[in-house]
């Protein structure tokens, strides 16, 4: 077995691979008491794990909210305020947040806005937790239909990144990390592209080094660029359209996994990157190639486009009131803060929805 | 006229005294659109006032709150996170945030949360926001009966401190201000002390070189220490068992303003420092002397202690479960992180009940 590798940063301290969760034993004792915030899924599959691991952790107490998308409400924000406070949690103690994106998500903006901070380590247990969400100290909820429309940027102490959290979870759980790590490649990983092309991630065995590497390549661009001035934006590539997908399902009666939604915006803006920046065809075609063979495609239509467009012009990335996007110019390089119009926008989902052909 | 002053520090840019709202102008223009947060008082009499001052500022909308302590809600802050939703407001925009403590409090927080950060200008309009609640980035709300127990430290852009506001308010209103004027002549500023002993808060007619001067004692100190790690819990005098009563008549049919508040919990803590530090008989007496001749004293009894001290128990500088208190040794000199009995506590709180003499 490997050692976990540990990456320091000014802000963050991170602890990647098989082994990790023994590793961050010692980052737990300059703390009062510790507490943990986690979802009832996590509550009964991984909170043994953690548990198992650190046999000597003393608990002094623990939050459990309802898991789901649909969960990361204001709602579940003031509930887990309220057992802060019941729980008389004061700045010199600890929280372990203890789960997927939304948990992390969630948990942190709860953790950091009571009392004005406390401090959190987050223990991602997904692989989109992994690679994505518990990287970067953005936390928030979502309100009044929009995706993450409250939050704040706000590190962790630590992130503590234990592949064997995904033995928890049915293979189908893996799919939303999944476009995040095509992702990864496709703006900045070639070599992690070339790795994974033709793979379809169900067969995957060994997550742990593309855990690390997709990781690392996350931790290399917001150690940069932590409030998304600038080259973090490039994460963006897929999530305008993404968010919008994302937000148009999330109230209906089939709400989408972020992933799947992540991997439709790529196919379009992948599409949009072929117009705007002469992304060669045979690349689209690998891209669009792979996400089929991964993702399964929605089922709006042309009439849904109107309501889609209109919730992209909530999103946060909107400056000037004009929509930028980060696109690729080709497999491995992106660039951010491209300026669209709505009808290139409004043809990258034809593009999408009929399942046309390359032909820039 | 004195020309405004000019205070940067690197996070926040201040301009204080005469003025300073002409002077603010420039600072506006980089942003693509403005809006204001206040509330309903603020909108009829200080609104008027900042048009006046900024004829050719061009607002593209404005948000009303209701006035008021008790409106420091979540639910004033998910009315406020609504209307920035409706108003689409985006990470370009700049919001000013016009009015006081509370305004400044929720604004703030609200600004600072909305799709991850809109940058924020304070215009506090009483005399507590112009001391006090505009400088240092602490927003926040109260929740579940106690202050202040959900926000967060951020900074606004700037603070626009023009004391012209000062005469939209009844001169009552100037006394919250006044007992943290007091607090930064007792834990800094013997100057300022000596400057205002004897007066009354109601026959001061020039309040801009005091303002000028506890501004700037505020923003020396919250510069070096904006984390409240060290220094910045000088601050607190006061506040620890001040804090206690407020929350102790926040629900009650009678709420009391922090001021008068803050200004018993200084007889308190000033007595406290007799005992522990031998603050002089002398100096006792005149601190008393000098709050009572402005604050009249609350009537809570021997029996509402046991409350008293229990909501003391939640308040957020507790650290490792005990109670610190930030003490005077001398008058203008303070020190902080003094661990403290409870018994003692009870017995100050005697002390102020039963208009005790100083024995030490």
Request: hydrophobic share 40%; proline share 2%.
């Amino acid at each position: 077995m490997n050692l976990p590798l540990l990456v320091e940063t000014e802000a963050v301290s991170y602890v990647i691979g098989d082994g990790a969760i023994e590793k961050s034993f010692s980052r737990l004792d300059e703390f009062n008491r510790i507490f943990i915030i986690m979802d009832d899924n996590v509550e009964e599959h991984c909170l043994p794990v953690l548990k198992q691991k650190l046999p000597s952790l003393n608990i002094s107490g623990t939050i459990t909210i309802i898991s789901g998308e649909e969960n990361k409400s204001i709602h579940q924000l003031i509930y887990i305020w309220n057992e802060l406070t019941r729980l008389n949690i004061g700045r010199d103690d600890l929280i372990l947040n203890l789960g997927g994106g939304v948990l992390t998500d969630i948990a942190g903006m709860a953790a950091a806005t009571f009392k004005r901070g406390v401090q959190f380590i987050n223990y991602p247990t997904t692989l989109l937790g992994m690679v994505d969400a518990a990287i970067g100290g953005k936390t928030g909820i979502d309100f009044s239909r929009f995706k993450n429309q409250v939050g704040l940027f706000i590190n962790p102490a630590c992130v503590i990144i234990d592949p064997i959290f995904l033995k928890t979870l049915e293979k189908l759980h893996w799919q939303s990390g999944f476009a995040e790590v095509l992702k990864y490649g496709l703006i900045m990983d070639r070599e992690l592209w070339q790795k994974l092309e033709g793979k379809n991630y169900l067969e995957i065995n060994d997550w742990s080094p593309i855990i690390s590497k997709a990781a690392k390549d996350k931790i290399d661009i917001v150690r940069f660029d932590s409030l998304e001035k600038g080259i973090r934006k490039n994460l963006n590539f897929g999530h305008t359209i993404g968010h919008a997908l994302e937000s148009f399902y999330l109230n209906s009666e089939n709400p989408v996994t972020h992933g799947k939604a992540v991997a439709a915006g790529m196919i379009c803006e992948g599409w949009i990157s072929s117009k705007v920046f002469d992304l060669e065809c045979k690349s689209l075609e690998s891209i669009v190639k792979m996400i089929d063979h991964n993702f399964k495609r929605f089922s709006f239509g042309k009439e849904d486009i109107s309501q889609i467009m209109e919730l992209m012009k909530q999103d946060k990335k909107i400056r000037d009131n004009k929509q930028k996007f980060s696109l690729l110019r080709k497999i491995g390089k992106a660039v951010h803060d491209v300026e669209i119009e709505d009808k290139m926008i409004i043809e990258s989902l034809e593009f999408y929805i009929n399942r046309k052909k390359c032909n820039n």
